[in-house]
């Protein structure tokens, strides 16, 4: 099975998560269309313009989950989508190279990193930049392994059941885990795959982060906050106490998003393919997002 069918598939399986979405959120979906300039299909997403140009391996998983290799972009690829992308600005999120050091020394000084990213199709889209691909250039040093390990509307409250970690994360060994999107439902589903992640693996690293894209209006501060996924709100601070006691990394990315898409003065659907999702604009965004907070500590 190609990358690209892993794709279409998660492609279907975040249809739910859209139309969840729509129905949760009437309010805000109705506020961001009413001077909306995009006009996007009644079912599905408007067509990509720059389809990724990489075709990474994917791997046997449970139905409705997806397991393949990141980067999907070439870094001639990005290059020419950011520079057709809109220019933006954003405040850099701070970094956590404290509950990052082995990943830092890995990176820095050299060695293999094998880097998981689970989640939802928010996570799919973050590595779908191809943001990997900007990292291995930041640090040439390093052998960088990552895999995706995503399902459509995907948080840890799945993730947890089933044995999935033990039988889909385990064995690959990860040094890194970023767990992220706007699919998680619950602190206490995040801090049994952190239990269960360390259980198995004692010196595995996590960086947790907040959610971008969805529904909610990063025009307005009031509606961001109040989204179950935002950086900016309740879950925001919920999930950096999670990582404070957990001893993890994190990442609030929906603050450089929301400031981002405000910057340009644009309308942010233009940064979207449908209603929930980034399209490749959207996507560099996070790649961007991303690239900051890995910024090499030891360049000048």
């Not at 079912?43 to 139905?63: F, V």
């Not at 439902?185 to 795959?193: F, G, H, L, P, T």
Request: glycine share 8%; net charge negative; with cysteine.
């Amino acid at each position: 099975m190609s990358c690209n069918t892993i794709h279409f598939g998660v492609f279907f399986a975040s249809l739910f998560l859209l139309f969840s979405f729509i129905m949760f959120s009437k309010l805000s979906f109705a506020d961001m269309m009413a001077d909306s300039p995009v006009k996007f299909p009644e079912q599905g997403a408007l067509p990509s313009k720059y389809p990724p140009d990489i075709n990474t391996k994917s791997e046997d998983s449970e139905a409705e989950y997806y397991i393949f290799g990141t980067p999907q972009r070439s870094l001639e690829q990005i290059t020419a989508i950011q520079a057709e992308m809109p220019n933006g600005r954003f405040s850099a999120p701070p970094q956590d190279w404290i509950n990052l050091k082995r990943t830092r020394k890995i990176l820095t000084e050299g060695g293999i990193l094998r880097f998981l990213a689970v989640g939802d199709s928010i996570v799919n889209d973050t590595m779908r930049s191809g943001w990997i691909a900007k990292l291995s250039e930041a640090y040439p040093k390093a052998d960088i392994k990552a895999t995706v390990y995503v399902r459509g509307g995907g948080g840890c409250q799945h993730y947890k059941e089933e044995d999935r970690v033990a039988k889909y994360i385990v064995p690959r060994n990860p040094d890194l885990v970023f767990i992220g999107g706007i699919s998680q439902k619950d602190i206490a589903s995040i801090r049994e795959v952190i239990h269960q992640l360390r259980s198995a693996l004692p010196n595995v690293e996590i960086l947790l982060a907040t959610g971008t894209f969805g529904t909610a209006d990063p025009r307005s501060p009031e509606e961001l906050a109040k989204a179950p996924h935002s950086g900016t709100g309740v879950y925001g601070q919920a999930l950096k106490k999670l990582a404070e006691e957990e001893k993890c990394a994190y990442l609030d990315m929906t603050t450089p998003w929301a400031e981002y898409i405000c910057s340009t003065g644009l309308h942010p659907h233009i940064f979207y393919r449908d209603v929930v999702h980034a399209n490749e604009y959207g996507e560099q965004i996070l790649s961007k997002i991303m690239m900051e907070f890995w910024k090499n500590p030891d360049e000048k």
